[in-house]
């Protein structure tokens, strides 16, 4: 069946470090990707997403593109900040079951220090 | 402001009682949905609707019961059947126009079973 897998964390890192997040996926047909990110005690917000192979989601200098040789959606930003430390999902979209569910990953907490 | 938005924000549950979440949204969405989140993990589908009068369970339905008698409205009503319901509860919303099954979350409610 359709699964995420993302890679454990907490990742630590100091202020301008380069992230990277790593994101892999098995599914069928042609899902939607997305990046959510979740602040302590907060719901989700939609940070970026991708619809077709080879797109490019980006958003607050956050970049991820649809890898669908390597099934990948690794998430990227080239300098982080302390605001940025938070919880980050990668989800995909059962495209085949045209319910609009989506599959998470189990979250990767991303810790920035000064 | 367009949003979704869940009341409380904190609930405390006794044993052996039943309590119902509130989820309501005014993004004019079709479809709305329950996860709950437990610390460390992903989020996990609990029930989903698309239309109003109808629903369907998700991968966690058991010990939960949900409504949809308005399209802006879904409460969740967690019953005491759930046999372990301290949790973080997430609900989000999607439209139908929306073909890449973008869901979009509330801020979340925090039940605790004393």
Known sequence: ?114 | DGGITQSPKYLFRKEGQNVTLSCEQNLNHDAMYWYRQDPGQGLRLIYYSQIVNDFQKGDIAEGYSVSREKKESFPLTVTSAQKNPTAFYLCASRTSRDRTDTQYFGPGTRLTVL
């Not at chain 1, 959510?36 to 980006?58: F, I, M, N, R, W």
């Open chain 1, 1 to 114: 069946g359709n699964s995420v897998t993302q890679m454990e964390g907490p990742v630590t890192l100091s202020e301008e470090a380069f992230l990277t997040i790593n994101c892999t996926y098995t599914a069928t047909g042609y899902p939607s990707l997305f990046w959510y990110v979740q602040y302590p005690g907060e719901g989700l917000q939609l940070l970026l997403k991708a619809t077709k192979a080879d797109d490019k989601g980006s958003n607050k200098g956050f970049e991820a593109t649809y890898r669908k040789e390597t099934t990948s959606f690794h998430l990227e930003k080239g300098s982080v900040q302390v605001s940025d430390s938070a919880v980050y999902f990668c989800a995909l979209s059962r495209s085949s079951s045209n319910t609009g569910k989506l599959i998470f990953g189990q979250g990767t907490t991303l810790q920035v220090k000064p």
